[in-house]
């Protein structure tokens, strides 16, 4: 089992930055591919940001060159500095941590994902 809690999001200006953080708790992080997804009203969830165990990184177009996700496996954390923010950026913002497929961890066979509880961002004048 993972835990994941996901902090930073609140009301931002257009134009303003905030950093989104993740606390992985319960198993060996390292192993996860992670992931930062949104959703706003109305629409579905989607891919903001993913980083895999090892590092390699892959953004939504839309978010290319203002967004950076990182990871901290020692923290067991992940981070999402968002910058140049603008309204269409707002959402619920969500962690997400996959168990890659032919891992077992416990009783756990990947791939199997885990979700944080969301926070929210609003860019909004």
């Known amino acids: 089992q993972v835990q994941l809690v996901e902090s930073g999001g609140g009301l931002v200006q257009p134009g303003g930055s905030l950093r989104l953080s993740c606390a992985a708790s319960g198993s060996i992080f390292s192993i996860y591919n992670m992931g930062w997804y949104r959703q706003a009203p109305g629409k579905q969830r989607e891919l903001v940001a993913a980083i895999t165990y090892g590092g390699s990184t892959n953004y939504a177009d839309s978010v290319m060159g203002r967004f950076t996700i990182s990871r901290d496996n020692a923290k067991m954390t992940m981070h999402l500095q968002m910058n140049d923010l603008k309204p269409e950026d707002t959402a619920v913002y969500y962690c997400?941590?996959?168990?890659?497929?032919?891992?077992?961890?416990?009783?756990?066979?990947?791939?199997?994902?885990?979700w944080g509880q969301g926070t929210q961002v609003t860019v909004s004048s």
């Open positions: 997400n941590a996959v168990l890659p497929a032919g891992v077992r961890v416990g009783d756990v066979r990947g791939p199997f994902a885990y």
